[in-house]
């Protein structure tokens, strides 16, 4: 004798395959649900892994806060007063000045004819810079000497541009363009030669965008270059202990340095990059929940195919004594079994695909020949992903909601039909 509930039983018995109609649609409806949310697990994961994984490799880099003056024409020329006064604060882990500027490089290879590219020239100090960023360990070729005119780049910067750790490169900076450009066509025109420098070391700080279009060096060299000030800087970078205590720490540190200063939290420095990809993940729950919709008709149709196919077994059950929420919760259970399957087996498949993600990437790759996750455009180098449990909760509930919501009116309808009426249909 059956130990399941009287609703259960009939349900999983209208259930069974018998290759009807019927079958193919409960089937479809499964795999309706199955794809749905098997898609939106995928994709939420890897959107929230594009939001870490950027978040990490740009925080790991780039500072949490800047410091730069309000008439950014000025240096900073007391930056160690402000360190001193920064360093003070709580939450604050390190600080280091910067000098940032544009910069025109041309290689002087051996043989073959020279390269040219206009790379973010940084000059940092070598003593505190580690303090604020991971450049100084990321060194993947040659060492972090910045003495004597000495420059370390990007890994992508130096593939493209040939070079390699003791290769000699002219740079010319927009500042010292600028002034030979004013100077043409006049008596006492001004020529101004490049500045030598000697490749020392080659980064990689894991994104894309720093490793192909940044440089670095001395603060020494880059005032030359971008004539600043003597003993003077542009800026303070600074790390801290949370980097989602920037707004607090930045508002404190604006209070303490004087309306002379301005602050700026790493939010505010990189606003289009993690403002689009929230707007862009939301947007892309709410377009993919329509595969959950038209699964959720695959339910409503599958289920008035039975109500219709029982009729005459609902007149029955009601004249043997069956009430109207029994006969409700039989047909409703369908759904709930169609949905339990559909969003298990979702479940399953989605965490599958998510786990082999990048050798699939890597088999398309070779298949089509062609680079489907370019690193300039979407700044990663493999596929990230973050399977965030809140969001496989939102997912897989909602997912279970819309398959007992789908199946609830023919339910009703089922449960409201008379014996009398049911027993004479044909």
Not at 320 to 339: D, E, H, M, N, P
Request: hydrophobic share 50%.
């Amino acid at each position: 004798m059956s130990r399941l509930p009287f609703e259960a039983f009939l349900a999983l018995r209208y259930l069974r395959p018998r290759r009807t109609f019927v079958s193919v649609i409960t089937v479809i409806s499964i795999v309706g649900v199955l794809l749905g949310v098997a898609v939106l697990i995928i994709v939420i994961a890897v959107m929230s892994g594009f939001d870490q994984e950027w978040r990490h490799t740009i925080l790991s880099f780039d500072a949490h806060l800047k410091v730069y003056p309000a008439d950014r024409e000025q240096a900073l020329t007391n930056y160690q007063a402000l360190m001193r006064t920064v360093a003070t604060n709580a939450a604050v882990t390190g600080v280091s000045p910067f000098i940032r500027g544009q910069a025109l490089l041309k290689t002087e290879p051996q043989t073959g004819p020279a390269k040219q590219a206009a790379p973010l020239l940084f000059g940092v100090d070598p003593e505190s810079i580690g303090s604020v960023n991971n450049l100084p360990t990321s060194i993947v070729a040659g060492g972090f000497d910045l003495s004597d005119k000495g420059l370390v780049v990007g890994r992508d910067f130096a593939n493209a541009m040939r070079l390699d750790i003791g290769d000699r490169v002219a740079i010319y900076s927009a500042r010292s363009l600028e002034r030979m450009q004013a100077s043409m066509g006049k008596t006492n025109a001004e020529v101004v030669l490049a500045e030598d420098y000697t490749v020392r070391g080659i980064f990689d700080v894991g994104f894309p965008d720093y490793n192909s279009s940044v440089i670095v060096t001395s603060l020494e060299d880059a005032r030359d270059l971008e004539g600043v000030a003597e003993e003077g800087v542009q800026a303070l970078q600074i790390k801290l202990r949370d980097p989602f205590l920037a707004d607090e720490t930045g508002r404190q540190l604006q209070e303490a340095l004087g309306p002379r200063m301005d602050v700026y939290t790493w939010r505010q420095e990189n606003p289009a990059i993690f403002d689009a990809l929230a707007v862009e993940k939301n947007m892309m729950f709410y377009l993919l929940f329509f595969i959950m919709i038209v699964a959720a008709f695959g339910i409503v149709n599958c289920q008035i195919t039975f109500v219709v196919q029982k009729t005459r077994e609902i007149g029955i059950l009601k004249a043997l004594g069956a009430t109207r929420r029994q006969i409700l919760w039989i047909f409703l259970s369908q759904s709930i079994v169609v949905g339990v399957l559909g969003v298990g087996l979702g479940l399953g498949m989605g965490l599958l695909a998510l786990a082999y993600r990048n050798e699939f990437l890597e088999f398309m790759r070779k298949v089509t020949h062609s680079e489907l996750l370019p690193a300039s455009i979407y700044h990663v180098y493999n596929l990230p992903a973050s399977i965030q449990l809140p969001d496989v909760a939102v997912i897989c509930g909602t997912a279970f909601l819309t398959c007992i919501l789908a199946g609830l009116f023919p339910a009703w309808k089922a449960s409201r039909l008379q014996p009398v009426e049911a027993l004479r249909h044909e």
